[in-house]
């Protein structure tokens, strides 16, 4: 292909994003499309694959129309959240909706997982070390081996999303490394065929991987036609969101580099190409590429705080305007605190029967002080990782769509005590898959070439050194109110329902 346009999609929780990027890292064209969570009982959270990819076909469709670009098409590369997995027939058929990752069904398992094998073993067989939980792979083939164990004999793979667009895009069904994360060995590429024993499933059940910058096909002729688009353009394997993301913030530095991914959920943490001491307890820590390592936490709900808070209890869409409503409130809230654990959390506690909470409230607070302490929750929750990472970098990045909030990174950068520096773009997960492609597409000899040319960061926040003293003793009672409410968050999650005679 003579094409000097990538074509790039970001298939995320909620919402997928289409963006048009040149060879200099420039957005050309974006689309979005969005498509719902169900929650068909307690603890399960879920989502229909055809659905989505009916929402990102109609995007595909539409876009010969709104973009004269789309004839300029050189290579076609995904990312996508993982941890969310469903099983498919011989035929590509979907034989169960989608496992969120914010699905708690396979607790149990997980928990049993933990049991059976050390945290020796475990990072031995799986070469990273993440704290064990629901999302994993294994627990959830185990839980699907106990409970639908005949939908688990017909299947021909356990797949994610991004597998299954590529699928229908070029009839090809390949996965990256760490999307398998869980199953497969991150610095070896071994399938642990131990943990697949264990979960009472068959080796073959684990689709085919490769690497992200791989070109796994063409597209294919009649699905071009169906699209509007041109025969053959190079699918790139692409990566999961979280990577991408990673890429398109800081690339791939020499020295470490601290990143802020915002999202439905939100990761902080820094790549480095020194290898790490210790695995910090509450913090994940895994191969990025080859030489460099990733270590971060991650939140159960970062946006989706903010999103929940507003269609529910402020019950409006103005996001314009909380700039303005935060802004009218003081640092800290007026001791108003909000636990941001609407869906559980992840790190440092991995606790899943975790429950948000507003503490403090008193007859003066406000919409505004709700939504600022929101802002300062989700904050709170990113310093309980940060703090316990090796070392702290000097400067997080900070990309996703949440970075267009400046009172939030500013707020952020207080909480933490050091500087976040805003990327130009909020779409770094597209442009980090972009930087995938352009690799592959041999413009440029190396990705840490690629990354460099293609990524550019904007407006720098400092923290205030008032309010960083103040939001530390803010923070201690924060750590406080979780470790007092944790079990009460157990009893309440295990009290029976009453069921009315």
């Known amino acids: 292909m003579n094409g000097s346009v990538i074509l790039t999609l970001d298939i995320g929780t909620t919402s997928c994003k289409l963006v048009l990027i040149d060879r200099h890292g420039h957005e050309l064209f974006t689309d979005k499309t969005h498509y719902p969570l169900f929650f068909p009982a307690p603890g399960r959270v879920e989502q229909d694959p055809q659905e989505i990819w009916s929402n990102i076909k109609a995007m595909l469709q539409r876009l010969p129309t709104q973009s004269a670009h789309a004839e300029n098409i050189a290579a076609f590369a995904i990312s996508s959240q993982i941890s969310a997995h469903?099983?498919?027939?011989e035929a590509g058929v979907p034989l169960t909706n989608i496992i969120s990752w914010m699905d708690s069904r396979a607790l149990a398992e997980a928990q049993e997982l933990v049991g059976a094998y050390s945290k020796a073993d475990l990072h031995h067989e799986l070469g990273m070390d993440m704290l064990i939980g629901p999302a994993f792979i294994a627990p959830k083939l185990k839980w699907l081996a106990k409970n639908e164990a005949a939908k688990l004999a017909q299947a021909r793979y356990l797949v994610q999303i991004k597998e299954y667009v590529i699928w229908q895009l070029s009839g090809q069904w390949r996965s990256d490394l760490t999307s398998l994360k869980g199953i497969v060995n991150q610095q070896n590429r071994r399938l642990s065929t131990r943990l697949l024993a264990w979960a009472g499933a068959p080796q073959s059940i684990i689709p085919p991987c490769g690497d992200p910058w791989d070109i796994v096909g063409g597209l294919q002729?009649?699905?071009?036609?169906?699209?509007?688009?041109?025969q053959?353009?190079?699918?790139?394997?692409?990566?999961?969101?979280?990577?991408?993301?990673?890429?398109?913030?800081?690339g791939v530095p020499?020295?470490?580099?601290?990143?802020?991914?915002?999202?439905?959920?939100?990761?902080?943490?820094?790549?480095?190409?020194?290898?790490l001491s210790a695995s910090p307890q509450g913090i994940n820590c895994l191969p990025f590429f080859a030489d460099v390592s990733?270590?971060?936490?991650?939140?159960?709900?970062?946006?989706?705080?903010?999103q929940w808070y507003?269609?529910?209890?402020?019950?409006?869409?103005?996001?314009?305007?909380?700039?303005?409503?935060?802004?009218?409130?003081?640092?800290?809230?007026?001791?108003?605190?909000?636990l941001p654990?609407?869906?559980?959390?992840?790190?440092?506690?991995?606790?899943?029967?975790?429950?948000?909470?507003?503490?403090?409230?008193?007859?003066?607070?406000?919409?505004?002080?709700?939504?600022?302490?929101?802002?300062?929750?989700?904050?709170?929750?990113?310093?309980?990782s940060a703090v316990r990472l090796e070392s702290m970098p000097d400067e997080f990045v900070v990309s996703g769509g949440a970075s267009s909030l400046d009172i939030w990174n500013q707020i952020k950068a207080d909480i933490i005590g050091v500087p976040f520096r805003k990327l130009q773009t909020t779409e770094a997960g597209c442009l980090g898959v972009a930087i995938l492609a352009a690799y592959a597409l041999g413009w440029h000899p190396s990705l840490a070439a690629a990354a460099d040319s293609m990524i550019r960061t904007a407006q720098l926040y400092l923290p205030d050194a008032g309010n960083q003293r103040m939001y530390q003793q803010r923070f201690d009672t924060y750590l406080s109110l979780y470790n007092a409410l944790t079990p009460v968050f157990d009893s309440n999650i295990n009290q029976p329902e009453v069921v009315e005679s």
């Open 232 to 250: 053959g353009v190079p699918l790139v394997l692409g990566w999961n969101d979280l990577n991408a993301a990673i890429l398109g913030t800081v």
């Open 254 to 275: 020499q020295q470490k580099r601290g990143f802020d991914i915002t999202g439905t959920s939100e990761h902080i943490g820094f790549v480095s190409s020194q290898p």
């Open 86 to 89: 469903f099983l498919v027939d």
């Open 221 to 230: 002729e009649e699905v071009a036609a169906e699209l509007g688009l041109p």
């Open 341 to 384: 654990y609407i869906n559980g959390e992840r790190n440092p506690w991995w606790n899943p029967n975790a429950q948000g909470v507003f503490f403090g409230l008193r007859a003066q607070h406000t919409n505004d002080h709700m939504t600022r302490a929101v802002l300062e929750g989700v904050g709170f929750a990113l310093k309980a």
């Open 294 to 306: 990733l270590s971060y936490g991650v939140t159960s709900s970062g946006g989706q705080s903010l």
């Open 310 to 338: 507003m269609k529910n209890i402020a019950r409006s869409d103005r996001y314009h305007e909380i700039e303005t409503q935060v802004a009218s409130v003081p640092a800290g809230s007026d001791r108003l605190l909000f």
